[in-house]
């Protein structure tokens, strides 16, 4: 793929590393691809961040056809810059974009526009414990038409930014209410894509959560209200008498970068981990008999996150007294300590780019 470059005239203050938070400065270029069905992905460019002009009429703002990823570049401690595992949020995308009928971006040139943004902005990527460069490739419906169809024409963009701990906890645990009344996704629909719509469809819940002083929302299963799913911005496990559990991907669960890592991770250990339907009933359960011994969210964003206390309806649990457990601060630097190039990478998964 030929890129084509423009330099930014000016380049922005950094912002200081130990007050990053998430998603807060971006950085001063981003890459930028279109797509219409005459001539398929043309016009590679890196050029300075900038608004996009969009017709009002365009199809993304009324219909939402519109897919994302999320994936991170790290600082080594001998200044190197590493990737983790970018190929698998390549594919997912393409699962993504054949759910929302738009077009595959390919995976080869999702890895290239990642590698030559972030090679442009190394000085961008962060340095301070827990920090690294957050990037965010998102594809749109540009074509300016109200009928309801399969646009024929879209965007792939990447934007970046410096980033700390998702969550201002950092790894103290999390409270999370189970939703029981709203759902996120039902079989045949979205759930297992990364599109904006499923995030719109959950922020009602998100803020039912926050006004009654829990962090995020942990998803039943559409159908039933039974099962559960996900959390807002993650994937979650359960460790219950020893063995970990999480809900399968059958259709409406994210298939998640780190959900993927840490089931790795466990497995080599010797932990038996269960990708099953388990009934927010029996989790309620082993929360009082004593079984339930450890909780955590896993995703991109919040790396692991752990959680300290779960409510469903009247019925509060605390997970650990409220503490992180031990396996869960292991597999926390276990896969940061691959990510910051700290710990030799046994699997492959981590690529040098600069
Ligand atoms: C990620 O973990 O990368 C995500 O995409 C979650 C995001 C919605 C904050």
Redo the contacts with the bound molecule.
């Keep these: 793929m030929e890129i084509r470059f423009e330099k930014s005239k000016t380049l922005k203050e950094k912002p200081d590393q130990t007050k990053l938070g998430?998603?807060k400065y971006m950085t001063d270029h981003m890459f930028v691809m279109d797509w219409d069905q005459g001539q398929g992905w043309h016009d590679a460019r890196i050029v300075p961040l900038a608004p996009v002009e969009l017709d009002p009429s365009c199809v993304v703002l009324h219909y939402a056809q519109e897919t994302?990823?999320?994936?991170k570049a790290y600082r080594t401690a001998d200044g190197k810059i590493q990737l983790f595992r970018p190929e698998m949020n390549a594919r997912r995308m393409i699962r993504s974009n054949e759910r929302l009928c738009m077009p595959a971006f390919p995976e080869e040139d999702f890895i290239e526009a990642i590698t030559e943004l972030v090679r442009i902005e190394q000085d961008w990527v962060p340095s301070e414990p827990d920090t690294s460069l957050?990037i965010?490739p998102f594809m749109f419906a540009t074509e300016a038409s109200l009928g309801v169809h399969m646009a024929s024409s879209y965007k792939f963009m990447v934007i970046c930014c410096p980033v700390g701990a998702?969550y201002e906890t950092g790894l103290d645990p999390v409270k999370i209410l189970v939703e029981d009344e709203l759902v996120r996704a039902v079989k045949g629909g979205t759930g297992f894509t990364?599109c904006g719509g499923n995030?719109a469809g959950s922020i009602l819940g998100q803020v039912k959560a926050e006004k009654m002083g829990y962090a995020q929302v942990l998803w039943l299963d559409g159908e039933e209200r039974k099962y559960v799913e996900e959390v807002?911005?993650?994937n979650i496990m359960f460790k219950i008498g020893g063995e970990i559990y999480t809900a399968p991907i059958e259709g409406t669960v994210l298939p998640?970068v780190?959900r993927d890592s840490m089931i790795r991770l466990l497995r080599d250990w010797g932990y038996q981990v269960n990708e099953t339907k388990l009934s927010v009933d029996d989790l309620m359960k082993a929360g009082h008999d004593g079984t339930l011994e450890e909780v955590f969210g896993t995703?991109?964003?919040?790396v692991i996150s752990p959680v300290g206390e779960l409510r469903y309806k009247d019925d509060v649990v605390v997970v650990n007294g409220g503490a992180t457990g031990e396996l869960t601060q292991k597999l926390y630097d276990t896969l940061t300590g691959i990510q910051w190039g700290r710990i030799t990478d046994p699997y492959g998964w981590t690529r040098v780019i600069a």
């Design positions: 998430f998603g994302f990823e999320g994936l957050y965010r998702y990364k995030y807002g911005t993650m998640g780190t995703g991109t964003a919040a």
